[in-house]
């Protein structure tokens, strides 16, 4: 029997609030959670919810928590500290869990779960936001349009949006880490922007560089093909200046650098505006090629990642209640197909 009603753990935070303000027009009904209980109650109050104060670290309180629900959609941050602990206890209640991370080492550890998720025969489906359901589903229909495909390119850009505290403190983890692409099946680091082009994205070319984006693992779990990067757009100033930046790595993962980051983040807006938001979207393209030589470009234009984050994390949810459904480790397109990104307001392929 279809439920509407899921517990959505980081309520409080810009991404949380945002898809509570958008489940009604899901049919969804959340129940908020987190561990600040003052903030938590605002976003409750607000939107005539129940909620749940419980902290990651109250073992048996949170089993008997996600008991109650049928699924956990987590949208508290940075996922690597969170993610582990909640898929635990998820696999312990028979829960089905969602998230809406971008973090490659996230989607690993739960991929190495999938054995456990299917005995449990529960969904594991991390990266049920911006990262990376549309460049997932990019990379499943160009595997589509060229299924012998060995190499595979993804690159975004976004035109006129910001960035939330959350994404700003999973940034801070990753100073002086590098970047990440897959090569031959395997993940190998690489310097962050350690490879820069010109990309057409349809309206305007931009320059897009390296990054270790979702998708080095997300897509080969999606599509079978053994070599992808990502990239997302920059100016060329910012490219050239990381090619110094292996120098001053070690200063940038100290936790005195963070702290200055993290202090400076806090003191500013919790991310973009309504506003902006509005007038904001996002391009999305990618390119694969065969051993032969021949190859193929999609591209797309979909809203702002945060608009299209509350749009695809609730959707998913809504199909997984509805029991739309495979148990164990997936991806957003490797469970509901390339056209999944087509169904949220806004978002158009561009042939």
């Known amino acids: 029997m279809a439920s509407n009603t899921f ?41 005539s919810l129940d909620y749940i104060i419980v902290d990651l670290s109250e073992t048996e309180k949170l089993k008997q928590v996600f008991s109650r629900f049928p699924l956990v959609l987590n949208a508290a941050g940075p996922f690597r500290y969170t993610a582990d602990r909640i898929t635990e206890t998820c696999l312990q209640t028979r829960t089905h869990y969602i998230d809406i991370t971008g973090e490659i080492e996230v989607f690993e550890m739960l991929f190495q779960k999938d054995p456990l998720a299917k005995n449990a025969g529960i969904v594991l489906l991390p990266g049920t936001g911006f990262d990376v359901v549309p460049t997932d589903c990019m990379a499943l229909w160009l595997k589509n349009q060229l299924p012998g495909a060995t190499k595979l390119q993804l690159a975004f850009a976004n035109e006129g949006s910001g960035i939330s505290h959350g994404t700003a403190h999973t940034m801070i983890e990753g100073l002086g880490m590098g970047g990440a692409v897959r090569k031959d099946g395997k993940i190998i680091p690489k310097p962050l922007g350690h490879k820069g082009m010109w990309v057409d994205f349809g309206s305007k070319k931009l320059f897009v560089m390296s990054i270790p984006w979702g998708d080095v693992s997300t897509a080969y779990h999606t599509t079978g093909i053994p070599n992808i990067e990502t990239y997302t757009a920059v100016p060329q100033k910012v490219f050239k200046a990381l090619k110094i930046q292996g120098l001053f790595n070690w200063i940038l993962r100290t936790e005195m650098v963070k702290n200055l980051a993290r202090k400076k983040i806090n003191a500013g807006p919790a991310g973009p505006t309504p506003e902006k938001r509005k007038n904001a979207f996002s391009y999305v393209w990618g390119r694969a090629e065969d051993d032969n030589g021949n190859s193929v470009t999609g591209k797309m234009i979909t809203p702002d990642g945060y608009t299209l984050t509350a749009h695809s994390s609730l959707l998913i949810a809504k199909k997984i209640l509805n029991n739309q459904l495979k148990p164990g480790f997936q991806t957003p397109a490797g469970l509901y197909g390339a056209d999944l990104v087509l169904e949220i307001p806004g978002t158009e392929r561009i042939i």
């Open 7 to 47: 517990l959505l753990y980081g309520a409080n935070g810009y991404s949380g609030k945002l898809i509570t303000d958008l489940a009604g027009a899901y049919g969804l009904k959340p129940v908020l959670a987190g561990r600040n209980e003052k903030s938590i109650r605002q976003v409750a109050d607000k939107y």
